[in-house]
C-alpha cells in the first residue's frame, strides 16, 4: 500500500509561484507513474501533468503547459509540481496520484492524496 502526502499549498497573487510536493510512502515508488490533478467547487477532477517512473517522460495538459513543471526525487519519495505565473482560474484543490492505468483518466488511479488548496487571488 501507497499513502501519498501533499504539501506546499497556500494563497498566492496572479502571477505568482508555488511549488507542491507529494511525499510517498512505500518500495515501489520508483516503478510508478505519478500525477497532479486539479478539482474546483462543482467541477471534475482535471489532469494538470503526470511523469513517468524514471522521471524521464512528462506529459502536460494544455491549460498548464509552459508554466507549470513536474518533477520527482525517487531518492526521496517525492513528486513536485512547480506552478509559475499563476492564474486566477488555477485556483482548487490539487491532488497527488500514482499507478494509473491511462495517465490522464482519474478514474484509473490506484493511489490518491488528501489534497492541498492552491488559492490565485487578484
Known amino acids: 500500500q501507497v499513502q501519498l502526502v501533499e504539501s506546499g499549498g497556500g494563497l498566492v497573487q496572479a502571477g505568482g509561484s508555488l511549488r507542491l510536493s507529494c511525499a510517498a510512502s512505500g518500495r515501489f515508488f520508483s516503478s510508478y507513474n505519478m500525477a497532479w490533478f486539479r478539482q474546483s467547487p462543482g467541477k471534475e477532477r482535471d489532469f494538470v501533468a503526470a511523469?513517468?517512473?524514471?522521471?524521464?517522460?512528462?506529459y502536460y495538459a494544455d491549460s498548464v503547459k509552459g508554466r507549470f513543471t513536474i518533477s520527482r526525487d525517487n531518492a526521496k519519495n517525492t513528486v513536485y509540481l512547480q506552478m509559475n505565473s499563476l492564474k486566477l482560474e488555477d485556483t482548487a484543490v490539487y491532488y497527488c496520484?500514482?499507478?494509473?492505468?491511462?495517465?490522464?483518466?482519474?478514474?484509473?488511479?490506484?493511489?490518491w492524496g488528501q489534497g492541498t488548496q492552491v488559492t490565485v487571488s487578484s
Open positions: 511523469i513517468s517512473g524514471s522521471g524521464g517522460i512528462t
Open positions: 496520484a500514482g499507478r494509473p492505468v491511462t495517465i490522464t483518466d482519474a478514474r484509473t488511479y490506484a493511489y
